[in-house]
């Protein structure tokens, strides 16, 4: 256990000074932070509270991007050759990577929290268990993803590619770019087969609509069995050198990680549980806010008092 902490504590010191995982990881979840809340939200609280979970989402997958981007230049620079010869194994390797990952993701997350309380007013972030559970969950599965990637791909070039093909279609068809009510029905039927959209939608259930552990069980067995997948799959593909060619086998591999969101798009097609809420969230965000206004009178008993002098004149 000592080993895997000291392992850990290196991990996160190698990843700070990494400048991919760096921007990916905390630069790039800020800028899309403040594009959000001033620009789409036009910094009004609720709008804030309603792009805050594509923008948390943002974070969390932006994680797989630098974590597989990382780990293909410790390889590529032998970095991790050194690691082979201690007596650490690549379970303890991918293992350690995700708590790192982790660790450093979090505070990203409460910066991002407080920035939404303090410059924008919100003053509720929904059901906090929820999201932080959705966080936790989330940021491993992606972090998974990610170990998949680096072991797929040989050069940071092909990483890059590879991030950018897994990346686009994330972004663009799970609501974290464009909300999912205001997406075409052909997009959100492929949506549904998207992991980031099992994300998006579960974070934004859990801030903006304030729902409780339960309510976002899909979300979570959907994410939870695609990282327990996805980890095993990297463990099986994992390389230490970079003169150690991937298996034939191997892309096999890595696209039976899609399976789980196979099954759970056929099932959320038929059931449309997903898409139900993220409408009724779009159009609850449309409509005007009146919980600011004051009431007109705070006496119940003075609520049927006519509101003109000229209908409180006594009739002859």
């Known amino acids: 256990m000592r080993n ?5 504590r290196m991990r996160i010191q190698l990843a700070l000074r990494n400048k991919m995982f760096f921007f990916f990881s905390v630069v790039f979840p800020l800028i899309m932070f403040f594009v959000f809340s001033g620009i789409f939200a ?4 609720r709008g804030v509270r309603f792009f805050l979970g594509p923008v948390i989402a943002f974070n969390v997958m932006g994680s797989f991007w630098g974590l597989s981007a990382m780990l293909v230049t410790f390889r590529e620079q032998g970095i991790l050759r050194r690691f082979h010869i201690t007596p650490v ?3 303890d390797m991918l293992a350690s990577s995700i708590l790192a990952n982790y660790v450093l993701t979090l505070p990203t997350v409460f910066i991002e ?13 929904g059901d906090p268990l929820s999201l932080f559970v959705l966080v936790t969950v989330g940021t491993v599965s992606f972090a998974c993803l990610g170990l998949v ?7 940071m070039q092909e990483t890059q590619v590879l991030n950018q093909l897994i990346w686009l279609p994330l972004i663009f068809l799970s609501g974290a770019l464009f909300p ?3 997406l075409p029905k052909s997009a959100q039927n492929v949506s549904v087969f998207l ?10 259930n859990a801030v903006f609509s304030s729902f409780p552990v339960r309510r976002i069980l899909v979300q979570l067995i959907s994410l939870a069995v695609w990282a327990i997948l996805s980890f095993f799959v990297a463990t099986q593909l994992f390389r230490w050198e970079p003169e150690v060619k991937i298996p034939r086998n191997a892309k096999l591999w890595a696209a039976a990680t899609v399976l789980p969101f196979l099954f759970f ?7 449309r549980q997903l898409l139900d809420q993220a409408q009724a969230a779009f159009r609850a965000v449309e409509e005007p806010d009146n919980t600011s206004q004051p009431l007109k009178s705070a006496d119940p008993s003075k609520r049927n008092l006519p509101s003109s002098g000229k209908e409180s004149q006594p009739q002859p």
């Open 42 to 45: 036009k910094s009004h609280p």
């Open 265 to 271: 798009g056929i099932w959320e097609s038929h059931n």
């Open 149 to 155: 990637v680096a072991s797929v791909t040989n050069t």
């Open 4 to 8: 895997f902490a000291s392992l850990t």
């Open 195 to 204: 992991p980031a959209t099992y994300l998006v939608s579960g974070l934004q």
């Open 180 to 182: 999912m009510g205001y």
């Open 89 to 91: 194994t690549s379970t």
């Open 113 to 125: 929290l407080f920035f939404a309380r303090a410059i924008f007013h919100v003053n509720t972030f």
